[in-house]
């Protein structure tokens, strides 16, 4: 993996231009809300994987790189935006360029263009994980579980376990929807040979005792045993084979089909019912009807899925792992679609069955209707083709919401005329003269050969359709046992290091957190211990706090598991936010302490926790940066010793004085807040933390004078006539100061007080910049320009500054 030297941007999102030196350390951005910080994370993350993940995903639908990448005044620009990363390869020993442009996302430009760092760029780009913002945390923790399955799965790359899973699930299923019509084509079967043998059970000594009967009175020898190779008109040559009738039969075949168009009505009647109120459902939520069409064509899309390219729209994609999630994120928001799926598709398949047997009531009266009744029989045919046609139509999701009116006019479309030709038909038989026994014999021969036959055939397949449904659900068990065996373990080892790295975090009250992942089919449930009451759902009990430092923890445990050692850059926007006040201190260390190796870029609105990050040296002064605002026209503006003078300048060339006084107002804003923590100035206390530069300035200033009176005190003490000289010289001219005089007159004169500043014109805001940039420099150091600070704190000894060129003695000779 890689890590971050520089980065040059320009006109992307709400930086107009930007350069920053990471150095291949932690580094951190912070600002107020609204400065331009996030803008940071878009670029890297932009020039590294080609996207965003701030302009997609749930809630950003209409947003896209292409056209809300560039920045606000470059839009019909896009060439103008583009980032420039500068990046090492540790194990290429390598160091190398990308540049990328908005207006051509797929083609960045590397330098040097060899393989092996091009092929590194891909693999980067293949990991957009790297980057953990605010609402990605949720994805983890509050989260139902079958979804915190496929997220923490899509992060560990293991997509396709879950797709191997919802495949054979999915084939499993059809396997057994085919095995049920596969055993009612054999009831039926069974069902017209009994009827036809005329024995109330189907039972190998019945069948032989009908047929033998029939053999006897034909002179022809028993048949002993039935083998499946046995033919019951075994015997008869064939030209003294008959024709297929036997008047008997066929009245029993009539009659069944009779009885069952008299209790038609209510057959099927339930699940009908069923199908007709998730179609009305579907009416009357047009949305979720949109949803049930989309899944689908998305389910069809990701069956033809193979390569880059989009089978639905002919869109290619980076590469086929983001095309299929897209696809799947697209499949999973149709949930209630997916519900009224499965209970649609259950009474489709429960109506198959009831089609499935009504035809083979139909198929042998069609051979009667043709001796007696030709406009009968291709009625029924009409009928049998329809009843086929119909039961196939219900494994599909589209044709079963196709089906309301034929299933609102009845759900067996029978024919309206077909009870009175029944009648006629069975009138018609019963005028045939009886047979004789010898001809009745023969006829019911041939007729039972040719079901059993038919019979033979429906249990192959029902015995095929069977097996191949149990191994079907075999195959899925078994994947699932094996998925979970090996999920297990594998989150054993995450959850290990999840409960280590939060115990490190809440080490003062949590010591003994626990933490659980548990996978089964799909689905992932994370349990937590709550102080040793038990483990229970993060959001059960824990404050939000606590989850989302959970969420960052998890996180980490995750990327370890994934990358191991090569763990080596992660993007942090805003998230560290999440961990309160409390542990920050542990949190750095634990970043320090457990990921040494890892080059984390941090964003943060909260200027306290930027300060505690520098404290705990985590980052520093050179490896963080500081907005102090931002105006659509300039982008963030940076705080630091000379930018922020420049860019007031720049600003008021142009005549803006208001956003001239804006950045002014906000840098001593910043280092007054900055200068009152160096210095442990006193001011008025706030409970709420939240002082105002009217409040912290004049605090500041009083504390400087004192301790400037205190070192010219201290020297005059030791006999240090150069140290008093420099203390009173540094004293003198900060009275002198006319920022210092100005900041004394805010009480009593509101005409300079900055909260005037923006009504001033140019030349009056001139000297109002001058004073104040000259009051500043009282506080730092001539020669390393760094703030000067107290220490120790809260009761220091010295004031000094960074490279130790003042160090003025605060302690006063002892008496």
Same mark, same amino acid.
Request: proline share 4%; charged share 25%; with cysteine.
């Given at each position: ?90 194990? %290429? ?113 019945? %069948? ?73 459902? %579907? ?384 840098? %001593? ?147």
């Amino acid at each position: 993996m890689i890590k971050l030297e520089s980065a040059h941007i320009e006109e992307v999102r709400g930086i107009r231009k930007l350069d920053i030196t990471f150095g291949k350390n932690t580094f951190s951005v912070s600002g107020p809300n609204g400065s331009g910080k996030s803008g940071v994370i878009d670029a890297i993350e932009f020039a590294l994987t080609g996207k965003m993940s701030r302009l997609t995903g749930a809630g950003t639908k209409g947003l896209s790189v292409a056209e809300h990448g560039p920045h606000v005044d470059k839009t019909k620009f896009p060439d103008a935006a583009f980032v420039s990363l500068t990046v090492h390869f540790q194990e %290429l020993g390598k160091t190398a360029t990308i540049t990328r442009k908005v207006s051509a996302p797929k083609k960045p430009t590397i330098n040097p263009n060899e393989p092996d760092i091009r092929a590194a760029f891909d693999e980067i780009a293949g990991h957009p994980e790297i980057t953990l913002s605010r609402r990605d945390i949720l994805r983890f923790i509050l989260i139902e579980p079958t979804k915190r399955s496929e997220e923490i799965q899509a992060i560990l790359k293991l997509d396709e376990i879950g797709q191997t899973r919802a495949a054979l699930n999915t084939a499993g299923n059809r396997l057994q929807s085919a095995q049920k019509l596969a055993s009612t084509q054999v009831d039926t079967s069974r069902d017209t040979l009994q009827r036809h043998l005329q024995i109330a059970e189907f039972r190998a000594p019945d %069948l032989l005792s009908a047929v033998n009967a029939r053999r006897k009175t034909l002179g022809l020898p028993e048949i002993a045993t039935l083998a499946a190779d046995t033919k019951l008109d075994a015997g008869l040559s064939g030209g003294d084979k008959l024709p297929e009738f036997n008047k008997a039969s066929q009245l029993r075949d009539l009659e069944a089909l009779s009885g069952a168009l008299e209790k038609i009505g209510p057959a099927g009647a339930e699940p009908t019912t069923v199908i007709l109120a998730a179609i009305a459902h %579907l009416e009357a939520d047009p949305s979720l009807l949109d949803a049930f069409q989309r899944r689908a064509l998305i389910e069809k899309g990701l069956e033809l899925l193979d390569g880059a390219e989009c089978p639905l729209c002919d869109h290619s994609w980076d590469n086929e792992d983001h095309l299929r999630k897209h696809l799947e994120t697209k499949l999973s928001k149709s949930g209630e679609a997916a519900k009224l799926q499965a209970e649609m598709l259950g009474a489709g398949s429960t109506l198959a069955q009831y089609s499935a047997r009504l035809g083979g009531l139909i198929a042998p009266v069609v051979r009667i209707a043709a001796e007696h009744n030709d406009a009968a029989r291709q009625l029924l045919d009409r009928w049998a083709q329809d009843l086929e046609t119909f039961k196939g139509g219900l494994s599909d999701l589209q044709g079963l919401v196709g089906m309301k009116s034929r299933l609102e006019r009845g759900w067996h479309g029978l024919p309206g005329q077909l009870a009175t030709m029944l009648v006629a038909i069975r009138a018609a038989v019963d005028a045939k003269p009886d047979q004789t026994a010898h001809v009745d014999a023969h006829t019911f021969l041939t007729t039972a050969q040719l079901r059993l036959d038919d019979y033979r055939e429906a249990m192959r397949k029902g015995t095929a359709a069977q097996k191949a449904a149990k191994l079907g659900k075999a195959a899925y068990e078994a994947y699932c046992d094996v998925m979970e065996t090996e999920l297990n373990a594998l989150y054993d080892s995450v959850e290990k290091d999840f409960s280590t790295y939060y115990k490190a975090v809440n080490e003062d009250d949590e010591v003994k957190f626990t933490a659980k992942l548990s996978p089964s089919e799909g689905k992932l449930d994370f349990n937590v211990n709550f102080y040793e009451r038990g483990l229970f759902p993060p959001g059960a009990y824990h404050s939000e706090g606590h989850q989302d430092g959970m969420g960052v923890c998890l996180y980490l445990a995750l990327m370890k598991r994934l990358f191991g050692d090569r763990f080596t850059l992660a993007l942090l926007d805003d998230v560290v936010m999440s961990v309160d006040s409390g542990h920050r201190y542990q949190f750095c260390k634990l970043l320090k302490s457990y990921f040494p190796n890892t080059q984390f870029i941090i964003t943060t609105h909260d200027r306290l926790w930027a300060e505690q990050m520098r404290s705990a040296g985590l980052v520093t002064t050179k490896t963080s940066l500081a907005f102090h605002s931002w105006t659509v026209d300039t982008g963030p503006l940076v705080e630091s010793n000379e930018e922020i003078w420049d860019e007031i300048a720049a600003a008021l060339s142009r005549g803006k004085v208001e956003t001239a006084a804006h950045g002014l107002r906000r840098h %001593l804003e910043y280092a007054s807040r900055h200068l009152a923590d160096q210095l442990a100035a006193r001011p008025a206390f706030r409970s709420d933390g939240n002082y105002e530069l009217g409040e912290l300035l004049p605090s500041v200033l009083v504390r400087m004078n004192e301790l400037c009176g205190k070192a010219a005190d201290a020297a005059q003490s030791w006999g240090n006539t150069a140290a008093k000289e420099e203390a009173l010289s540094r004293k003198t001219a900060l009275s002198e100061s006319n920022g210092a005089r100005s900041v004394e007159q805010w009480a009593v004169n509101k005409a300079v007080h900055y909260n005037e500043w923006a009504n001033f014109g140019k030349k009056d805001f001139e000297p109002v910049i001058a004073a104040f940039k000259s009051l500043l420099e009282c506080f730092r150091c001539d020669d390393c320009g760094s703030w000067l600070y107290a220490s120790p704190k809260p009761i220091p000894e010295s004031l000094r500054c960074a490279c130790n060129k003042v160090t003025l003695n605060l302690k006063s000779k002892p008496k």
